[in-house]
């Protein structure tokens, strides 16, 4: 049995479920009929773990915001941004495939010097972004 839980719909597509307390047990789906599409559990007050799980679902549910963050990655960072960067992830334990998302949910959610070199003009970018499409 889950402990005690908040549930939340984002977006009309998310559902966030906070609990009071880690675990390991999920409640059954809440969202059945629903279009949810993506699912995250936290624990309450963590806001930061928050919002990056929900750049990685607008990442997922939001091809707009999906391509915007590619081309970012493509067009702004210069190839040697995108190598450090990817290697910075590799060393944290990501797969390649989801580099693009992992620096747009970093960038978006940590300090500017995150990834320990200058990727202010996509942060600009990325912050622009926001704005528009009201992350």
């Not at 998310?14 to 390991?24: E, K």
């Not at 930061?48 to 750049?55: A, D, F, I, R, V």
């Not at 300090?111 to 622009?128: C, K, Q, R, T």
Request: charged residues 20%; hydrophobic residues 40%; contains cysteine.
């Amino acid at each position: 049995m889950p402990p005690p839980f908040e549930l939340q719909v984002v977006d009309g597509c998310i559902v966030v479920l906070r609990f009071v307390s880690a675990t390991r047990v999920l409640p059954k789906a809440y969202h059945k009929g629903s279009a949810c599409r993506y699912v995250i559990a936290c624990v309450k007050g963590n806001a930061q773990t928050l919002k990056h799980e929900l750049c990685h679902a607008r990442f997922y549910v939001n091809e707009e915001y999906r391509l915007n963050m590619i081309n970012i990655w493509e067009k702004t960072l210069t190839q040697k941004q995108r190598n450090h960067i990817a290697a910075f992830l590799t060393r944290l334990g990501y797969k390649e495939d989801v580099h693009v998302d992992e620096f747009q949910a970093y960038a978006m959610t940590e300090a500017p010097n995150f990834y320990g070199m200058d990727v202010s003009d996509a942060l600009e970018e990325m912050a622009i972004l926001q704005k528009q499409l009201q992350v």
